[in-house]
């Protein structure tokens, strides 16, 4: 049986596996923006149909602690992401009315007022479950067949997506632990790089710094270079 998304279920367990180097799922999910507009965003589409890149990241929940500082984070560096042609996406399983809410709720009384990117609202989990990002697994009772043991709401996953579809990046923070938004500008550089020049970015690289030929005379005259500067 061909599995879309690396992903089966076997008794109601989820195996999963990484996406990264495959596409991204084509799965169309309910969103909403500043504004308050009801909108239906694919971000298979969004990067393919439109040619950029996509940085999805997915928090647990409105209205909590650690989540809108990065909403915050993510809409400082907006403008850094937009000059590398990339969209970005914030995503959650709350509805889109409790993330209109949130997004009219004053950053002084911990809401994300000033957020202008949009939020997907995956309330039916159909993409979430089938990234298997969601925290808790199902479990057979003898009573009422299979009940959700969890509290059903995502990790901290964030996913990069080329004008392909494909990703170039997938990682999973635990949910008390915040994202570093400038290692995603960082990766983006470094993809950016790779199309353009066919090069492979060594460890650390940053925009300026020098890549790597992928052949044994490369990382021979990469490492000898580095030695040189030390």
């Known amino acids: ?102 997004l009219n709720t004053a950053k002084d009384n911990g809401g994300i007022e000033g957020v202008t990117y949009p939020i997907l609202a995956d309330t039916n989990r159909n993409l979430s479950r089938v990234l298997g990002i969601l925290e808790g697994e199902e479990k057979e009772s003898e009573e009422f067949g299979y009940l959700f043991e969890g509290s059903n709401v995502t990790f901290r996953a964030t996913y990069l997506i080329d004008e392909d579809g494909k990703v170039f990046h997938e990682s999973v923070n635990d949910m008390p632990v915040g994202r570093n938004v400038k290692e995603y500008l960082r990766l983006i550089d470094a993809y950016a790089h790779v199309q353009k020049f066919g090069e492979v970015c060594p460890a650390n690289w940053e925009e300026g710094k020098d890549a790597m030929h992928a052949t044994r005379d490369g990382v021979a005259s990469y490492l000898a270079s580095q030695v040189s500067l030390s």
């Open 1 to 102: 049986m061909e599995i879309n998304r690396i992903f089966a279920v076997e008794k109601n367990k989820q195996i999963v596996m990484s996406l990264t180097g495959k596409k991204f799922p084509n799965i169309t999910v309910d969103a909403i923006d500043y504004l308050g507009d009801y909108l239906s965003i694919n971000i298979f589409e969004e990067a393919t149909q439109k040619g950029k890149k996509v940085l999805l990241f997915w928090y647990p929940k409105d209205f909590t602690f650690v989540c809108p500082t990065e909403l915050h984070a993510f809409q400082e560096a907006l403008p850094e992401f937009e000059k590398r042609n990339t969209v970005v996406i914030g995503a959650s399983c709350d509805t889109n009315e409790v993330h209109f809410a949130w």
